[in-house]
């Protein structure tokens, strides 16, 4: 379709080019245009669609769905989609990276082993690199998060 389409518009540019330069100027944005139609690359996915796997190490009744990763194409950034269930919590942790992370659902506390803070639906939260730092769900409903992670520091 788009080697068929390349072909058409070449043509039609050689013509248009003995016409006169604007009219090759505007078809050139038309099928820029219409070019970036068809060739969209962006991945529509349902977070139901990826697999939520158990977090082991220290954590409690919580899982993770790695949404965007580098297996994707994304070369910056993951996105990860974090259930911690009522009386469920994250290991207490630090790492030299940040995350950012957006509460959809729930109540819970951040702590970082000395204080805690508390957290509801849409709160976002971003932890700085170096500090420790554990989710708890301290609610009667499942917390649900965005927590998006630099893959340039943790390689
Ligand atoms: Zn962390």
Same mark, same amino acid.
């Given at each position: ?54 977090? =082991?190490?220290?954590?409690? #009744? ?5 949404? +965007? !990763? *580098? ?35 729930? =109540?819970?506390?951040?702590? #970082? ?5 508390? +957290? !509801? *639906? ?34």
């Amino acid at each position: 379709m788009k080697k068929e389409l390349d072909l058409r518009f070449s043509k039609l540019l050689a013509r248009a080019n003995l016409w006169c330069p604007v009219r090759k100027e505007m078809l050139l944005n038309i099928f820029g245009y219409v070019s970036a139609i068809l060739m969209i690359n962006m991945k529509i996915i349902n977070y139901q669609d990826v697999e939520a796997k158990r977090v =082991e190490e220290g954590a409690k #009744n919580m899982t993770i769905r790695w949404l +965007i !990763t *580098k297996e994707m194409g994304a070369e910056n950034f993951a996105m990860r989609y974090i259930e911690v269930n009522p009386g469920g919590s994250s290991p207490l942790h630090s790492h030299c990276w940040e995350h950012e992370i957006f509460t959809l659902e729930g =109540e819970g506390v951040m702590a #970082n082993g000395q204080e805690e803070k508390r +957290i !509801t *639906k849409g709160d976002f939260i971003f932890v700085p690199p170096n500090e420790a730092h554990q989710c708890r769900n301290t609610g009667q409903t499942t917390i649900r998060l965005l927590c998006m992670i630099p893959y340039t520091q943790t390689q």
